[in-house]
């Protein structure tokens, strides 16, 4: 039996109390406000938003030029945020049907701040996919994942009263790069959460592929052009008076 099987019963249905100190997200929501593009009305949607913090940090500054969505398992939190931060569109349900629970709307900024590791690692990718598939052109995603619980690793990280925690998969960053740019990283002190601002590629024509295949397309005329001229040449040497 493993320390942490008692806890075990926390998967999926997470039920921790975690709260941050006060003000914690403010530093963060000042800086990366300046990447957002807020030229109308743009949507922010927290994965594992916790008791609402970062989206009211956000509000504090965007007010009513963003609307915000935040989504968590755990039905406390949900309580907390109606009570608190009427602004919050609050969503009950797990990351891993992202898709299903916001039901095509896109978004300006998608954020995941410390809660891929409440999942096994595979399913850290396709939640990590279908966050990057929401996002709005030129939206941002914004993760914070923590250095040294970056690793590849099935077994469990930690667990304790109301949760279960694995650690970040390290496909995670190529995941995000192949289709984004990287904005911003810092690690926040001293407990050391790497905070990552992603830009999302505008749908980039693939230069590269299109050269190839004109390339391909001349060098195969050409061949076919002198192969035919060399038979042409060999017919005519064989007509009468050819030589
Ligand atoms: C450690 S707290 C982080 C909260 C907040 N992002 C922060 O950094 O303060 C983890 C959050 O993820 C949520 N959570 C855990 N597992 C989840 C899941 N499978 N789907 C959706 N939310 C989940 C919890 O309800 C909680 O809001």
Redesign the pocket.
Known sequence: MSKHDPYLKYF?N?QEV?L?QEGFFDPIAEVLVNYLEVNRQISIL?????HG??LSAFHNILGSKASYFG????QH?IDHMVATYPFINPIL????TLAKLIDNQTFDLVIN???LS??RQKDQLSVVNQMLNILAPRGLLLLSLIDHWTKFSSTIFQAGEGYIQFPYNPLIYPTVEKCSTKLYSKTTKPDGYRVILYRKAQNQIPVKAIFKVITFVIINNLCHLHFFKKVARRIVRGLPGGN
């Open positions: 999926h997470y975690y941050r927290d994965v594992g938003c916790g913090d970062f989504i968590t398992i755990a939190e349900g797990n990351q891993q701040f410390h809660t409440y999942l």
